[in-house]
């Protein structure tokens, strides 16, 4: 903002002169006189410019209105995997409560406590308006759990059928006979009926892959009835042919590309 101000001293003079008063005695009219004629021939009174700071220059003025985000929000969708340890929600405050095996920090960030699949819900008997995330063993477990449902234990495992003998499978047990030397005479006679091998059953790695454990993968030969040659750890003429056919494959592939 520019604003116009006059000389301080230029301005009383001129109130001065400017005021009306009839000299008392005739020396004092003739320095009215003088004065006048002085200030007559003297430059015009000039005026003086001020201009203010418009815009602050220094504390928060100048920096960012706003600072970085602090990436709050879902980390982890439903139904999807996680270890205990990852974290599921970012949040300031409690617009999300920890349900089944899920914790809470200080700064109100959902983690998860065990292994298993993320779930969005509510739970009306806990609290009417609250929405709670958990983790459950199974993709198709539903969350809430009745209340009086079978407990799911946090030990990463599920509650699985146990196998029983089949109708066919006769089991004919005879009464111990003991000898003086305490020994078994007559042992349980059992028939059972040939079950067929399962296929093995594919297990979650630490890559987040269903895949056969690596004892597994190596006795598919045995299982299928395949011979396979022993492998010696010394035998270098092995190693060296198997180099050799690896680089004529290669020479090979490199020579068809330039025709």
């Known amino acids: 903002m520019i604003l116009k101000r006059p000389r301080g001293p230029t301005q009383a003079c001129s109130a001065i002169l400017n005021a009306s008063w009839k000299p008392s005695s005739p020396i004092d ?4 006189a003088l004065l006048r004629l002085q200030l007559s021939s003297a430059a015009p009174l000039s005026r003086t410019q001020v201009r203010h700071a418009s815009h602050a220059t220094q ?3 100048n920096k960012a209105a706003q600072g970085p985000g602090k990436r709050l929000g879902a980390k982890k969708t439903g139904e999807q995997l996680v270890v205990p340890g990852n974290i599921i929600f970012k949040q300031r405050g409690t617009h999300w409560f920890p349900g089944d095996n899920c914790g809470m920090g200080r700064d109100h960030t959902i ?3 065990q292994k298993g699949y993320v779930k969005y819900y509510k739970d009306p008997e806990k609290h009417p308006k609250r929405q709670y995330i958990g983790v459950v063993f199974n993709r198709d477990d539903p969350l809430p759990l009745p209340r009086n449902s079978v407990r799911r234990r946090r030990l990463g495992m599920v509650a699985a059928e146990m196998s029983t003998l089949s109708g066919n499978q006769d089991v004919e047990v005879v009464q111990d006979k003991l000898v ?9 006679k059992i028939n059972r009926t040939a079950v067929p091998e399962k296929q093995p059953a594919l297990t979650l790695g630490s890559g987040y892959m269903y895949r056969q454990a690596n004892w597994e ?13 022993s492998y010696k750890a010394g035998d270098r003429f092995l190693a060296w042919r198997k180099t050799s056919a690896r680089k004529a494959r290669n020479a090979e592939r490199r020579g068809m590309r330039r025709k």
């Open 217 to 229: 993968i190596g006795r598919a030969a045995e299982r299928a009835n395949i011979k396979v040659r």
């Open 29 to 32: 009219g003739c320095i009215d």
């Open 111 to 113: 983690f998860a406590l």
């Open 59 to 61: 504390g928060r003025a």
């Open 180 to 188: 003086d030397d305490n020994t078994l005479k007559d042992a349980p």
